[in-house]
């Protein structure tokens, strides 16, 4: 079954503290992976289109990676306006018009 | 206006009412989306759009109905709901299917049915 996970569920950071989400997914071919921001009683943001294993993006203190299997986003010296709930997206190949989303990573930065 | 915007933000309304959500994007997007999302649980796809045509149903109940007259705007219809539906439901917008992953918001409707 296709699939889109995220790790960890929750994650508390003091100011400064660097970290990284993880995206896991199983899916019959990628067209691409998406990594988006939400913050509490609003839309979804979208933050980055990965294509390829070995692909990097960047986005101030922000670096999306991709591997075959998972994409990270590292998140360096965070602050707290960095906090909210960051989903990954997979886009398929086989089903043209479907994106999946994962559950999310809801982050707290304390200062 | 800018973006995807959606009304109305709030709505309240009991197991026999009909009400229509609203999504307008002012991006020049060809494709068109509605989502549910839960507490706890993934943004699950409802309804694509593309260039007014219906392209998914993702095996969503008939007491709600898609419309999009064109492709700026997209309209959920609801009646007969029941009180699992209660949940933020939300419109996005993307230039084509075959970009879908690069999807625009709307802030979103949250629903409470009684």
């Known amino acids: 079954e296709d699939q889109v996970t995220q790790s960890p569920e929750a994650l508390r950071l003091q100011e400064g503290e660097s970290s990284s989400l993880n995206c896991s997914y199983t899916?019959?071919?990628?067209?691409?992976l998406f990594w988006y921001r939400q913050d509490p009683g609003k839309g979804p943001e979208f933050l980055f289109t990965?294509?390829?294993a070995g692909e990097e993006k960047e986005k101030e203190r922000l670096k999306a990676t991709l591997t075959k299997k998972e994409s990270f986003l590292h998140i360096t010296a965070p602050k707290p306006e960095d906090s909210a709930t960051y989903l990954c997206?997979?886009?398929?190949?086989?089903?043209?018009?479907?994106?999946?989303f994962g559950p999310g990573t809801s982050l707290s930065v304390i200062p | 206006e800018t973006g995807v915007t959606q009304t109305p933000r709030h709505l309240v309304m009991g197991m026999t009412n009909k009400k229509s959500l609203k999504c307008e994007q002012h991006l020049g997007h060809n494709a068109m989306y509605w989502y549910k999302q839960s507490a706890k649980k993934p943004l699950e796809l409802m309804f694509v759009y593309n260039f007014k045509e219906q392209t998914e149903n993702n095996s969503v109940p008939s007491r709600f109905s898609p419309e999009c007259p064109n492709s700026s705007h997209l309209f959920l219809h609801l009646h007969t709901l029941q009180p699992e539906d209660s949940a933020l439901y939300l419109c996005?917008?993307?230039?084509?299917?075959?970009?879908?992953?690069?999807?625009?918001f709307g802030p979103g409707t949250r629903l409470t049915v009684l």
């Open positions: 997206a997979v886009h398929q190949e086989t089903s043209y018009d479907k994106v999946i």
């Open positions: 996005a917008s993307s230039q084509s299917t075959r970009l879908g992953g690069e999807q625009f």
């Open positions: 990965l294509y390829s």
């Open positions: 899916v019959s071919g990628l067209r691409g």
